[in-house]
């Protein structure tokens, strides 16, 4: 589906993909536009589901084609293990305990870069020639 912007005025366009993957989207959550970004300006286009239903044809059969695929590509969803039970390495509690915040680094007066107008920051040879 080729597109214009309207903003910049810039052709692009829009693959069969990413038109199914849009209108299952408006489909399920009822929306009235899909948002198509501009890849100059990065401004939204909106278009409606009937036109794009018009440009993709075939697009019932693509929705259950890309449902069938969604459906290979998800992991099988495994039993979560109950609160409190015992895990493998023997811990008890469910909940992962949080790692420790890692400690600040110390701002002293030695981490700071020497000045680039002293006389020790120049190398050797330029210090001799302005004595």
Not at 34 to 45: D, E, G, H, W
Not at 84 to 103: E, F, Y
């Amino acid at each position: 589906m080729n597109l214009r912007c309207t903003y910049c005025q810039t052709p692009f366009a829009l693959g069969r993909m990413e038109k199914l993957a849009a209108i299952r989207r408006m489909r399920n959550e009822n929306l009235p536009y899909y948002n198509a970004l501009c890849p100059r300006c990065k401004r939204v286009n909106p278009i409606s589901l009937q036109r794009l239903q018009r440009f993709t044809p075939g697009w019932q059969e693509g929705l259950k084609e890309l449902e069938a695929q969604t459906d290979l590509t998800t992991p099988a969803a495994e039993p979560a293990s109950p609160a409190g039970s015992i895990l493998p390495d023997g811990d008890s509690s469910a909940d992962p305990q949080p790692a420790a915040p890692t400690p600040a680094p110390s701002t002293s007066p030695t981490d700071t870069p020497p000045d680039p107008t002293s006389p020790a920051s120049r190398p050797a040879d330029q210090r001799a020639s302005r004595q």
